[in-house]
């Protein structure tokens, strides 16, 4: 699903190409936030049934367990705490997703011989984060790779007077097919040298 949306988005005009870029709205953070969403609020609901003495947990089985048997000092107090960060770490990846942090688009465009790279981040006077320079600044496109147990696979512009620019989505690595295609791809649109592969 997402190596699609990251797929070339090319215009009829052969002058101008232009790449989505995934932001935070994947489905494997969806996934998480729904885990860590249902997870913390069991955690802050048997604590509060600690303290009330009355079960608000609708899934709970007394017969099996009765948070309303929880001590709430020490227990309860612990599984509420064990709630309330849960609730927070849950209400961040929510938020990240609503925002799209991340996500945006690199465009390079010969008619006006400039690249635009546009990316979201969070809300703030930093929240559309765009870089746009000329095309004959660009030296290579440079791909790194790095396996083992965290792999990493990202595409890089290297431009006169900035560091490297990534160009890929941050998270998941891309698969080295993809990642191949779209760096030969650019490097050949730009008419630069490829570096790494």
């Excluded at 309303?68 to 705490?81: E, K, R, S, Y």
């Excluded at 849960?86 to 942090?101: C, E, H, I, P």
């Excluded at 008619?111 to 979201?120: A, L, N, Y």
């Amino acid at each position: 699903m997402a190596v699609s949306t990251e797929s070339a988005d090319r215009s009829t005009n052969q002058l101008v190409l232009r790449r989505s870029v995934v932001g935070a709205r994947r489905l494997s953070n969806y996934f998480w936030a729904t885990i860590v969403t249902m997870g913390a609020t069991g955690f802050f609901l048997a604590s509060l049934s600690s303290y009330f003495g009355v079960n608000l947990l609708p899934f709970a089985n007394p017969a099996d367990f009765n948070p309303t048997d929880l001590i709430f000092v020490p227990q309860g107090v612990a599984m509420g705490f064990y709630g309330i960060a849960g609730l927070a770490l849950a209400s961040y990846l929510w938020l990240t997703m609503f925002w799209n942090v991340g996500g945006g688009y690199n465009q390079f465009d010969k008619e006006t011989g400039t690249f635009q790279i546009v990316r979201k981040g969070f809300p703030g006077k930093n929240r559309h984060i765009e870089i746009s320079q000329s095309l004959a600044d660009i030296r290579t496109v440079k791909v790194q790779l790095k396996e083992g147990l965290n792999p990493k696979r990202a595409l890089y512009l290297q431009v006169k007077g900035r560091s490297d620019i990534p160009l890929t989505r941050v998270g998941q690595p891309l698969p080295l097919s993809d990642l191949e295609n779209q760096a030969a791809e650019l490097a050949r649109f730009l008419q630069v040298p490829l570096e790494g592969i």
